[in-house]
């Protein structure tokens, strides 16, 4: 099967293939543009500029203007893997997020290696792992060479005093001018660029040493006495070549270490089958390519496959494995209407599904794209650093200036040579790469151990500000409850019948997607009763829906929306007031501004939710309650689970009202709902954590998303952000005590009272290794024990 012209887009932004049918456009330019998600398409409208020229932007406006005003309505046929193809990838740089490239290559202000923002399956090979393994090892051997001859030469007499210089320089050059090159590279762009950094410093410090030591070498005569020992000037080859393979070492079990922080999104995008079972037309099955699996086709689903994409069951039942996405260790029964998540592991029976999202529109893809930016996201803490490090090179080559000349004035002889490597013992020592990595390394491992909980940060600032959190509100349909109600009864009021106020009810629902609207809808459906079209439908946002029907104007909802439409309900209020005693919730129907009678629906409480809220509260949390059901119901649910406050009949502005008057009283403010009347408030609490079970559009409101839409979730989170601000404050202290030891030491202030000098080689090697202790300490996260596990 080929791929059609409209098929072929990229995402201006990632760079993933997209089909014209996406539902993620905006025009600029005179063009179309398409986007995998919502996420890409706001990066887009903030910088048009930034991402319309690149070759995954041309790809995008190229088949968008030559098939302008087409869709397909057959199908959504966007790609199937999460992963970006190579022509389209994007490249950042770990502690600069905002730096983002098409092509490899070094961070303009820090001078790290840019990395995919979303690595590839692929593709496994590091070019910088392998470029810099390949002049490391290659060196190694002279930068041994070179030390030996340095510290036993004259032992040995194997050359004579100036000889030996010359022989140490041709074999230090190769290490220096090639080996090196990359960080010479480096620190110029770094100057250039006037952000100061670690290569910075180890360009000026191995630099000076090498430059010294073949001035030395070529014209010992421009020297002092004072600088002569053994019958020749002193050279410091052996410190220069030293450090720069100290330095590639270094960055060796650096690049190792931050490959595994992308280990859970590369174990995410491993979840994905590749081929699906399609059932056609005429009954015949094939497999085909996983990208060629469309909108509403009839899926099998074999025992022990894994499921193809999202969709429902149509035939069979089962149980499946959703642990790899949701974290739920328990495999959850599937029948017939039940939804199926992608790449989840199917048990020993067969089922039959229908496709309802595919490519880019998965929960993986999504999962896949929100992991990959939270882990490209700049903590608060973070944001500190990055201002500290700045300043903190400027500061490290003027205490290395003092130290040349302080030495060389006021130290013993030879004092400039004191002096001279001293200085660069400071250069080396004061790398700051250790105090860039401390937070983005605990950021990434972070989000990717939270992915594989189920519980998905948006960005590392709601990581940081989760743990501050003293008060949680909580709406109660989908988030304590099942959300998937269950009809009850219908209650005609003077001159209707039970059936036809169930009759109207349902066929004004019909254009709702609440779960008590599909509730109606199901049980009318069920006693067999025609449905009409509503000729108008308006949402009323979390108070109910108004329309007409068969000509009649009706309005469905609670007493609020009854009082506004002046609908008095005291003919059926103890009724409904007793349903409500027994946790069920209550609409009240109104026909051409007559009450026509009441429906409840009964929502059970989720399994899971008394001891999470018992885990929350265990936690220090106050948990209120903010519903749009009747006050009455609101309480039976809260006495059962011990809530300590409860709000009634509430609209979206009256949950945004109490998310503020919270605020104002001095709590830290978390708001979990699953609905589009809590999006208002998800977006103003000070994190707004989404039910994976709700709408996209709580969830594209919130900063933090449960996938399986349980609030035992949200223990986990906590668990987590407490261990990853824990681990980011313990990198930054070891960064931040490594220097302040180590200046000191290095620039000679303990010489006086110890006679304490630090070699620059030592000084290298400390460097390197504080890079990598911080990145292997951040790796600790994928092992923490976390709350509710």
């Keep these: 099967m080929s791929l059609t012209r409209s098929e072929e887009l990229k995402d201006p932004v990632c760079g993933m293939a997209v089909s014209e049918s996406s539902g993620h456009h905006t025009d600029h330019a005179g063009r179309r543009w398409t986007f995998c998600s919502s996420m890409c398409k706001a990066k887009f409208d903030a910088e048009p500029g930034r991402y319309s020229e690149s070759p995954a932007a041309s790809a995008n406006a190229d088949g968008a203007h030559a098939h302008h005003g087409h869709h397909s309505h057959a199908s959504d046929h966007a790609a199937s893997a999460p992963a970006p193809a190579a022509a389209g990838t994007i490249y950042t740089c770990p502690m600069h997020p905002e730096i983002r490239q098409d092509r490899p290559g070094t961070c303009p202000k820090c001078g790290m290696a840019l990395e995919p923002v979303l690595p590839s399956l692929e593709d496994d090979d590091n070019p910088e792992l392998r470029d810099f393994s390949r002049r490391f090892w290659w060196t190694l051997p002279l930068s041994v060479v070179v030390m030996l001859l340095a510290m036993f030469g004259h032992r040995w007499h194997l050359f004579e005093a100036g000889t030996q210089s010359w022989v140490e320089l041709v074999l230090t050059l190769p290490v220096v001018l090639w080996a090196g090159w990359p960080f010479f590279e480096r620190g110029w762009q770094s100057v250039v660029n006037r952000s100061p950094n670690m290569w910075t410093l180890i360009g000026l410090g191995t630099g000076a ?49 931050r490959s595994q922080t992308s280990a859970a999104i590369k174990s995410l995008l491993g979840l994905s089958p590749k081929t699906a079972r399609r059932i056609n037309a005429d009954g015949s099955e094939a497999d085909v390519p996983l990208d060629h699996v469309h909108v509403g086709d009839r899926l099998r689903v074999r025992p022990g496959e894994k499921v193809p994409v999202d969709g429902v069951v149509l035939e069979g039942r089962s149980s499946v494995d959703e642990s790899m996405l949701t974290g739920e ?110 937070t983005p390394m605990s950021i990434m491992v972070a989000t990717g151990r939270g992915a594989t909980q189920g519980v998905l940060f948006r960005d590392a600032a709601a990581i940081e500000n989760l743990r501050k959190v003293d008060t949680l509100i909580v709406d109660k349909t989908g988030t304590l409850t099942e959300g998937r109600p269950a009809f009850e009864r219908a209650i005609g009021a003077e001159g209707f019948s039970d059936d036809q106020v169930l009759h109207l009810a349902a066929s004004l629902d019909q254009g709702s997607e609440h779960p008590l609207a599909d509730a109606i809808v199901r049980q009318a459906r069920e006693r067999g009763l025609a449905l009409e079209a509503p000729e108008t439908f308006e949402s009323g946002s979390g108070i109910g829906v108004r329309g007409r029907v068969a ?141 994976g079970t709700g709408t996209d559009v709580a969830m594209n409101s919130a900063q933090v998303t449960l996938v399986k839409g349980d609030l035992r979730g949200i223990s986990i989170a906590l668990g987590l952000s407490d261990a990853t601000v824990g681990n980011m404050q313990q990198n930054l202290g070891f960064a931040l005590v490594y220097n302040g030891l180590g200046v000191p030491l290095a620039a000679g202030l303990l010489y006086p009272f110890t006679g304490w000098l630090l070699s620059p080689m030592f000084a290298a090697l400390a460097m390197s290794l504080s890079s990598a202790s911080v990145v292997g300490n951040a790796l600790r996260l994928r092992k923490k024990r976390l709350g509710a596990q």
């Design 209 to 257: 040493a090498f430059v010294y030591s073949v001035v030395a070498t070529v014209a010992p005569g421009v020297f002092p006495a004072s600088f002569v020992s053994m019958g020749r000037v002193n050279v410091y080859f052996e410190a220069a070549a030293v450090i720069i393979s100290l330095t590639l070492l270094g960055q060796l079990l650096e690049l190792r270490a």
């Design 551 to 691: 000509g009649q104007s009706l309005a469905l909802g609670n007493t609020v929306l009854m009082e506004q439409a002046g609908v008095s309900v005291q003919a059926l209020a103890d009724q409904a007031e007793a349903l409500r005693q027994g946790g069920a919730s209550v609409m009240y129907l109104a026909v051409d501004g007559r009450l026509a009678g009441l429906l409840a629906v009964s929502d059970p409480v989720k399994t899971s939710t008394p001891e999470a809220l018992a885990a929350l509260h265990a936690a220090g949390l106050r948990i209120v309650m903010a519903t749009g059901d009747g006050l009455s119901t609101a309480q039976a649910v809260a006495r059962r689970l011990g809530i300590d406050e409860v709000h009634g009949e509430v609209q979206p502005a009256d949950k945004l009202a109490l998310v503020e008057r919270l605020q104002r009283e001095g709590r830290v403010v978390a708001m979990a709902g699953d609905g589009i009347n809590d999006a208002p408030a998800l977006a103003k609490a000070d994190v707004g954590i989404a039910m």
């Design 329 to 438: 260790p328990v495999p959850v029964s599937k029948r017939e209407g039940d939804h199926l998540i992608g790449a989840t592991l199917n048990g020993s029976g067969a089922l039959v599904m229908r496709s309802e999202r595919v490519g880019s529109q998965t929960m993986l893809s999504q999962i896949v794209q929100m992991v990959s930016s939270a882990q490209r996201s700049r903590a608060p803490m973070q944001r500190m650093a990055d201002g500290v490090a700045g300043w903190f090179v400027l500061a490290v080559v003027a205490i290395a200036v003092l130290t040349f000349f302080g030495w060389g004035l006021f130290g013993p002889q030879p004092s400039w040579v004191f002096g001279l490597i001293n200085a660069v013992s400071v250069l080396i020592i004061a790398c700051p790469c250790a105090l860039g990595l401390a």
